[in-house]
């Protein structure tokens, strides 16, 4: 390359990196203002001109959302809900996805086609149909209630079908010669070869419970019963128009998942990665 194409290069380059900057500042300002505000006096918060940084640091907010409000429970719940979630979900889409991947029995192909036309229906639009059926169940206000709804993830049965087909044929003929059984099979050869898949999957179906809204917020009444998401909306009804105070309680709620985003990034990364392979 020429001096004069290494020149261009460079300063492209610079256009581009300077472009992501400014555009990551974008996204991360708000995130930044809301936990800036948190930190500041009510009277601060709502005046009508813009302070990157509060006179005075307080954290009275975060004490009374901790000691004045339910949020233990709220913690307890999302906690519960999304580890049971996470569990469940993963347990029976690698059984689901090793059956169909490695079993021969009548329905199978039907069954697989079912699971890939499910992408067609929108979560949305089942909610009045869970919404009765777990009335009916008398599962309202109950963690079963919240938990039930949330197993659905076609796409996880989908990334283990798809692990499970790669597997050279040879492991399992062995096992079979050995006189292993399906289970043995599954959870002493197929497991340990996608742990990283797995421990990917958990974690994003984690992230996706505890962030859920929609679902806990029909399916519970009770204010002790309520997840982080839902239960922070009961901080702007107890105490009216208190920005820094709803704003505390925000963060918090948030904290976890940013935390074990932090903490797990390139397996989450590469989970949200089989997952955007298999949508499109």
């Known amino acids: 390359m020429t001096a004069t194409g290494m020149q261009r290069a460079n300063f492209w380059g610079g256009v581009i990196t300077g472009l992501t900057l400014l555009f990551a500042l974008v996204w991360a300002f708000p995130l930044y203002w ?17 302070e990157l940084w509060p006179d005075t640091l307080t954290f009275q907010h975060y004490v009374h959302a901790l000691t004045s409000t339910q949020i233990g429970a709220w913690y307890l719940n999302s906690v519960a809900v999304a580890v049971g979630v996470t569990v469940i979900t993963i347990l029976s889409s690698m059984l689901c996805g090793y059956a169909l991947s490695q ?8 069954l697989w086609w079912l699971i890939l036309a499910s992408f067609m229906v929108p979560t949305q639009a089942l909610i009045i149909n869970h919404f009765v059926l777990v009335s009916q169940l008398g599962l309202i206000n109950t963690w079963a209630g919240i938990m039930l709804p949330q197993l659905i993830h076609p796409v996880i049965i989908i990334v283990y079908k798809q692990f499970f087909d790669q597997v050279p044929k040879d492991f399992r003929e062995a096992a079979v010669m050995d006189n292993a059984g399906e289970f043995r099979i599954l959870f002493k050869i197929y497991l340990p070869m996608n742990w990283g898949v797995t421990t990917a999957l958990s974690i994003v179906t984690f992230i996706w419970t505890w962030n859920a809204f929609l679902w806990p917020f029909l399916s519970v ?15 702007n009804d107890a105490f009216g128009v208190y920005y820094a105070r709803q704003l505390a309680a925000a963060v918090l709620a ?11 990034q390139r397996k989450v ?11 499109g």
């Open 34 to 50: 809301g936990i800036v505000s948190s930190l500041k006096p009510e009277d601060e918060v709502v005046r009508p001109f813009i």
């Open 221 to 235: 009444t009770r204010t002790a019963m309520m997840t982080m998401p839902v239960g922070i909306t009961q901080v």
């Open 103 to 110: 079993l021969r029995f009548p329905g199978r192909n039907l």
């Open 254 to 264: 948030g904290l976890p998942v940013a935390v074990a985003y932090l903490l797990f």
């Open 269 to 279: 990364t590469e989970a949200i990665t089989l997952s955007a392979g298999i949508k």
